[in-house]
């Protein structure tokens, strides 16, 4: 749903372009036909049509079995440096992802890795407006996600949750 709010922050995303490969970035603003704005475009997630699926595809010992059959330890090992790659260079930008949760991140069969829902960042005053329960710090239990600023100490509690989710392998 486009709302003010989320119109300004993706005006906002157009003119501030953080140069982030796999970042799946407004690029422009789609308008009907009557002049209102009705959505955004950003670049498709997958490299020469090779399928992306979303990062719960990886956790656990029967989804890796089952979507990566050759994957070992040293795989995950490095989708999670390439997953903290692209939040640090993001940091960079002064942007803070807000709502990680595997469901935001894809994975191809060759392990590039997209990050996807971008309109929903944090971007300088503009607030990240969702999440979910299990990747918010206890603090901030319970609070509407549209109704504060995100720290970098707070996306660290996310990022931390979510490495504990991928080798956890339960």
């Given at each position: 749903?486009?709302?003010?709010?989320?119109?300004?922050?993706?005006?906002?995303?157009?003119?501030?372009?953080?140069?982030?490969?796999?970042?799946?970035?407004?690029?422009?603003?789609?308008?009907?036909?009557?002049?209102?704005?009705?959505?955004?475009l950003m670049l498709r997630a997958g490299k020469y049509f090779d399928k992306s699926i979303d990062l719960w595809h990886i956790l656990g010992k029967k989804n890796i079995k089952k979507y990566f059959p050759n994957f070992k330890t040293s795989d995950l090992v490095d989708v999670s440096l390439k997953i903290l790659d692209k939040i640090n260079e993001l940091h960079q930008y002064n942007v803070i992802l807000g709502d990680i949760k595997p469901a935001n991140i894809l994975i191809t069969s060759k392990t590039y890795i997209y990050f996807v829902d971008t309109d929903n960042y944090q971007i300088e005053n503009l607030p990240c407006t969702g999440g979910e329960p299990e990747f918010t710090p206890p603090e901030r239990q319970g609070l509407k996600y549209d109704t504060y600023l995100r720290t970098i100490k707070e996306e660290s509690f996310a990022v931390a949750t979510l490495l504990f989710m991928i080798f956890m392998l339960r």
């Open positions: 749903k486009l709302t003010d709010l989320k119109l300004k922050k993706i005006k906002l995303m157009i003119s501030k372009k953080p140069y982030v490969q796999g970042v799946c970035w407004p690029l422009s603003i789609l308008y009907n036909s009557k002049d209102e704005p009705v959505g955004y």
